[in-house]
Nanobody, 116 residues
């Protein structure tokens, strides 16, 4: 069964860092584009970062560019989101998504709270 499980969320002070992980199973990760999305309370889900299957292309939302880094380890079937210089406005549930043509899988998310 196809599965994505996020971890690494938690409470962090402004300016701090967190590394989110997305463990995948049940499908061939190498084929899939991977994205991280987030949804803050009362707001729509938004794309944060994505990385192509061949790792030669990445995209970042303007709000996180220069602070977040997406990476993947296909051999370990893992995807990561390194988040630095965190701001209170980064507080949200963070979700991992894998996409291959019209095939789409989502994880259940991990909560990140940035607060002093």
């Amino acid at each position: 069964q196809e599965k994505l499980v996020e971890s690494g969320g938690g409470l962090v002070q402004p300016g701090g860092s967190l590394r989110l992980s997305c463990a995948t199973s049940g499908f061939t990760l190498d084929l899939y584009t991977i994205g991280w999305f987030r949804q803050a309370p009362g707001k729509e889900r938004e794309g944060v970062a994505c990385i192509s299957s061949s790792e030669d292309s990445t995209y970042y939302a303007h709000s996180v560019k220069g602070r977040f880094t997406i990476s993947r380890d296909n051999a370990k079937k893992m995807v990561y989101l390194q988040m630095n210089s965190l701001k209170p406005e980064d507080t949200a549930g963070y979700y991992c998504r894998s996409t291959y043509y019209n095939i789409d899988y989502w994880g259940k998310g991990t909560l990140v709270t940035v607060s002093s």
